[in-house]
C-alpha cells in the first residue's frame, strides 16, 4: 500500500503512512488504516480527492494494471 499511494500523482504528494490494524486468515481480511497530510481546507478537495471511492478506484487501478 505504501507503494501504491506514494508513487499515486493523485495522492502522492499527501499520502503518509499505511497501517495494518488487523489481520483475518479464516476470511483473508485485512483492516489498514491509511494516514495522508491534507492542505488547509480548499474548495472540494476533502468532496473529491479524499472521497473513499477515489482512494479505493487508486488502489483498484494499481491491482488491474499489474494483471
Known sequence: ?????????A???YFRSA????FSNESSTVFYQLV???PP??????????NPDFIRNILRQ?????D
Open 11 to 13: 495522492l502522492g504528494r
Open 41 to 50: 481546507s480548499t474548495e472540494g478537495f476533502m468532496e473529491n480527492t479524499m
Open 36 to 38: 495522508f497530510s491534507v
Open 62 to 66: 494499481n491491482i488491474y494494471d499489474e
Open 1 to 9: 500500500l505504501t507503494e501504491v499511494y506514494s508513487s499515486s500523482p
Open 19 to 22: 497501517e495494518v490494524i488487523s
